[in-house]
């Protein structure tokens, strides 16, 4: 029987291999791979029998339509994605379900902010051409179609800690669901509208390439 620990030390060079052997498929080719099957065991919230298992494959996933591990289950016309990289993580014992909880919720008040002035802004400041939005990065000048929206000079990680002390907000008892687009967002949708007010009433912002931003980050907050 394979064993991806014996062969990979360390989580990190599991990543790299799982990750170097899902990109040689194709989308939509069924893969047949021994240590893909053996990861997909260790999902911490999904119970994945291979024999329950129709196929495996790469499938675009909204909402930005990167290929993702996929699975169909075998009795019923299911469809559902696989996170590979929560299979390595719950393998190498680095699976905490509270610290994934928290991230999932900061990650739907994420999302959340992206349909106010952060959304206009980007419509005002990026030009369609090609079905591709240009945007001119405020740091280097490159036009490029690698942008993103930074917020400056308050970054997003202050914004979001000043609304969740200002109104004393337990994170770990915010419930959030996943839509039909595979996004998660808050599940009260009366918080869902404080928190997107307050968020565009706080948010001023600028366009920067990939690269800057990530260079910059939270500007050492």
Not at 95 to 111: G, L, M, P, Q, V
Not at 125 to 135: A, E, I, Q, S
Not at 187 to 213: E, F, G, P, T, V
Request: hydrophobic content about 30%.
């Amino acid at each position: 029987m394979l064993n991806l620990k014996k062969k990979c030390k360390t989580m990190t060079s599991a990543n790299k291999y799982i990750s170097s052997i899902l990109n040689k498929y194709n989308e939509d080719v069924n893969i047949i791979n021994e240590y893909i099957f053996e990861i997909i065991k260790y999902h911490p919230t999904k119970k994945l029998d291979r024999s329950n298992i129709e196929w495996l494959q790469m499938k675009k996933r909204p909402p930005y339509n990167n290929l993702a591990l996929c699975y169909k289950d075998k009795y019923t016309s299911k469809i559902d994605d696989i996170s590979w990289k929560l299979c390595i993580r719950n393998l190498y014992d680095k699976y905490d379900n509270s610290k994934e909880k928290i991230n999932n919720i900061k990650s739907a008040f994420r999302n959340e902010s992206h349909f106010g002035s952060k959304k206009i802004y980007y419509i005002e400041h990026t030009k369609n051409k090609d079905n591709k939005f240009l945007g001119v990065c405020e740091n280097c000048n490159v036009e490029t179609t690698n942008i993103t929206i930074d917020h400056y000079p308050v970054p997003y990680k202050k914004i979001f800690e000043n609304f969740i002390s200002n109104n004393e907000i337990l994170l770990n008892i915010i419930n959030v669901i996943e839509n039909n687009n595979n996004e998660l967002r808050l599940k009260d949708r009366d918080l869902a509208l404080i928190w997107l007010q307050y968020h565009d009433s706080n948010s001023k912002y600028r366009l920067l390439c990939k690269s800057c931003n990530s260079r910059f980050g939270s500007y050492n907050y």
